[in-house]
């Protein structure tokens, strides 16, 4: 039996890294998991599972994917809607580091070799890290990342920083209790620069929160500490999959060994209010879209992303 999370989903109306509003549709949740090892599907079909109570719809996370589905559709009593289509990356973590590390060019490892270097010279000739996986390591590992995730442009822009409520910290404890965290920060001397936080499920690492501080922009330690997690991941040897979630980044497809064509699917039951709410998300998305083209062109796409994700 699939099993469903009710909840009520924001659709953020978004002009490239910033959100403009958001409107919520309480709808149920699952996603593809990739121990499931789900064949993709070239027609999209409501799920046969009945609506939970209040709930307008569905939505399926990851779906694999032939060719690309249509952006919107009518599907029965649904309004169908695929936002978001992109190559789900993942690590498999089944062989050994030394295997995984034959998969970049010889170019790639020297450029990842060098940036590693010249993060150590900067910390006096050694990189300092450290893996938080205990119940009683989480408080301290929350008190460094939330330092760094205040400075970032997922907290400040997307409203995705590492959560900072209590009840999130006493989840992770509770995770960290089963075996199922592993969380990293990177230091340059005692000041906290970067972390990763990773729950386990199934044997998968999810690639849930993770951040820099701006100020460290170009010594490139998310990717130091990235290199740092997958081989400390490889030395365990026991989880499968090192998953990076939706959607797609250079850095997502420089470190994953495998990719799959996903999309997001959104199965609304048909009303005014919801064509007026996916009919202008769908247009504000291809105004973002057409934006970033245009500052592609003309050689500022590169400098804006940089501007926004260094402000203070």
Partial sequence: MTVWERRDVPFKFQLSDMTLFSVRIPLQVRSERLVADTPPTHELRVPADALLAGSQGYVVRGLPVEGEPR???????????????????????????????????????????????????????????????EPGEMKEYFALARAVSKLTYQERLLDA??????????????LAAAGRIRAWILFDGERPVSYLYCPVADGVLSYSYVGYDPAYMDKSVGLVLQW???EQLFSEGIFKYFDF????????????????RCANVFFIRDSL?????????????????????????????????????GAG
């Fill in 273 to 309: 209010r919801s064509r007026a709410i996916v009919f202008a998300h769908r247009k504000v998305d291809s105004l973002s879209v057409w934006a970033g083209e245009m500052l592609e062109r003309h050689g500022l796409k590169a400098k804006l992303k940089r501007l926004l994700r």
């Fill in 161 to 174: 920083g590492l959560p900072e409520s209590d009840e999130f910290q006493r989840e992770a404890e509770q």
């Fill in 228 to 230: 740092i997690a997958v």
């Fill in 245 to 260: 979630t939706e959607g797609q980044s250079d850095h997502k497809r420089l470190f994953s060994t495998h990719q799959r």
């Fill in 71 to 133: 952006v919107l559709s009518k599907v029965g009593d649904f309004i169908c809607y695929v936002p978001q289509q992109y190559h789900h990356c993942y690590i498999d973590l089944s062989q050994t580091f030394e295997q995984y590390q034959k998969k970049f060019s010889s170019k790639t490892r020297s450029t990842i070799s060098r940036k590693i270097k010249k993060f150590a010279d900067h910390c006096g000739g050694q990189v300092k890290w450290k893996l938080y996986r």
